[in-house]
């Protein structure tokens, strides 16, 4: 599972907006 969500952190880190929105929702 962290595997998954670790490319999509890559993707969004690009963007540095869906980042956060993305660990929270991890959390």
Known sequence: MFDAF??????????GEFLNAGQIDAL
Request: charged letters at 30%; hydrophobic letters at 50%; proline letters at 0%.
């Open 6 to 15: 670790t490319k999509v952190v890559a993707q969004a880190d690009a963007r």
